[in-house]
């Protein structure tokens, strides 16, 4: 009888790793189908290809808009071929696919509208192989880790085409050397070997508080990278790149037409697939809502088909979040880094996120916006509607990652870890030049230690123990 249990838990376990790899190429497939009906709704055309080059061969620290400096289309089509690239490590690898690896899918998906592209995303992949290779390790094991590694992308394509050219790089020229060329390559291979050993300590300083656990170790890393290439060796470091693209900038209203319709798109097929998968039913949905979001795998404790009809759930209340943004008179467009922030945000609902553990984090960003003008007011400071900028309401997508906290000591603590990740979201960035993709996941880091130490002194007590709210 045990045995013939055991051989059902490895059947449940593949049946469930199948639907989660299928779901991923589901995501994937459609980046790719819907490329070139991008490139005729915004004008693109055959430019694609042109474009599709100048964002490889382009610098691309935080935050480089590949809608900007590409198009649409071309940044669809990066998109998808970099999450087909990781749909096929997932099969050779013979990866069991589980709520770490769809993390490290939607993380590298996100990044590749802003930052991340088919070229630079080697190398710390590589380093990671590396690295299982020489410790004996599988890469099946560490597929997640080598996708979160590609947050230091930006660094490799400095190297390639800028870092060792000086004052010689011209924008939109591809000059790579060799001495560049062997740079990335030894950087990701130290990446891959770092990135590794960092995670560990860096997840249990957060004790789970933090879903983005990778966001402080390599931010920590990044740091100590930029602060040695750029300001110890006195190199430049480049602006975000930029062009003026013309395409862009007379049809921003429709590039935010079509990713609305793309989102609602997918996010409603996720629903009504977890649906149908879960017998035509919602079973399993309500008990992953009262989730603490502590510690917890969705896919495992509720099933897979729940969990993707979470992610439905989740990512439709984030696109009306930008929605209701975008219709306010803000003067901000749907950018690359937006339309990518809504893919992140999505990242941890098959480990911790959903709509209840959420919304007081919203909450406290919304009371922070009120108090920042408030407080300008009084001291007499010329202050800009901080929610009127991009990087302030892109960062409440990986401010979600804290929702433990408002599952665990209720909604409340949410709302203090939500304002005090909104005071620094937007400065974090200099820490590490920009050169690190996973910054919001960095900052919610460093809020998580913040207000650990602070509970923890005053002996604040978990007000939901066990697993799920009361």
């Not at 693109?44 to 100048?54: A, K, M, P, S, Y």
């Not at 996100?110 to 995303?121: Q, V």
């Not at 490799?156 to 062997?182: A, K, Q």
Request: one cysteine or more.
């Amino acid at each position: 009888m045990d045995t013939m249990k055991k051989l059902s838990d490895i059947g449940d376990v593949k049946k469930t790793g199948s639907v989660i790899y299928y779901y991923t190429l589901f995501w994937s497939v459609s980046f790719l189908v819907c490329t070139p009906i991008a490139c005729i709704f915004s004008g693109e055309g055959l430019d694609i290809f042109r474009n599709f080059v100048t964002i490889l061969i382009s610098p691309c620290n935080l935050i480089t808009d590949y809608f900007n400096i590409g198009g649409l289309g071309s940044t669809f089509l990066n998109v998808g071929l970099c999450a087909l690239a990781c749909n096929l490590m997932m099969y050779f690898s013979h990866a069991r696919v589980n709520a770490r690896i769809l993390a490290g899918y939607f993380l590298v998906t996100a990044h590749c509208f802003y930052g991340l592209h088919f070229l630079n995303m080697w190398p710390t992949l590589m380093g990671v192989y590396l690295y299982c290779h020489v410790t004996g390790k599988r890469f099946a094991d560490n597929l997640h880790t080598a996708m979160f590694s590609t947050a230091l992308a930006p660094f490799v394509s400095d190297f390639l085409f800028r870092y060792t050219l000086g004052g010689e790089y011209v924008f939109g020229e591809c000059n790579p050397s060799f001495s560049g060329f062997v740079f990335a390559l030894c950087f990701g291979a130290a990446a891959g070997f770092a990135v590794p050993a960092l995670l560990p300590a860096t997840t249990e300083m957060t004790h789970g508080y933090s879903l983005y656990k990778a966001g402080l170790a390599i931010g920590i890393l990044g740091m100590f990278v930029y602060s040695f290439l750029y300001k110890s060796l006195g190199i430049s470091a480049p602006a975000p790149s930029y062009r003026h693209n013309l395409v862009y900038d007379q049809n921003a209203d429709r590039y935010m037409l079509f990713m609305n319709g793309f989102f609602i798109f997918i996010f409603s097929v996720s629903i009504l697939a977890g649906f149908l998968l879960n017998g035509k039913s919602f079973r399993g949905y309500k008990s992953l809502l009262a989730s603490t979001g502590y510690k917890v795998d969705f896919i495992e404790s509720y099933g897979a088909h729940a969990s993707i009809i979470n992610i439905g759930v989740f990512g439709l209340l984030i696109v009306a979040y930008f929605d209701i943004f975008y219709l306010l008179p803000l003067e901000m467009n749907f950018t690359g880094p937006t339309a990518g922030v809504i893919v992140a945000a999505v990242t941890f609902c098959a480990s911790g996120q959903t709509p209840k553990n959420v919304w007081p984090i919203g909450l406290g960003y919304i009371i922070m916006t009120f108090a920042f003008q408030g407080i300008s007011a009084i001291v007499g400071a010329d202050f800009e509607l901080a929610s009127s900028t991009q990087g302030y309401i892109n960062s409440f997508a990986f401010a979600t990652g804290l929702c433990p906290f408002a599952g665990r000591y209720g909604w409340h603590i949410g709302v203090v870890v939500g304002m005090l990740n909104a005071i620094i979201c937007t400065s974090t960035s200099a820490l590490h030049g920009g050169f690190v993709l996973y910054n919001g996941g960095f900052t919610a880091g460093l809020t998580a230690l913040v207000l650990l130490t602070v509970l923890d002194f005053y002996k604040v007590e978990v007000k939901h123990g066990e697993e799920t709210l009361k």
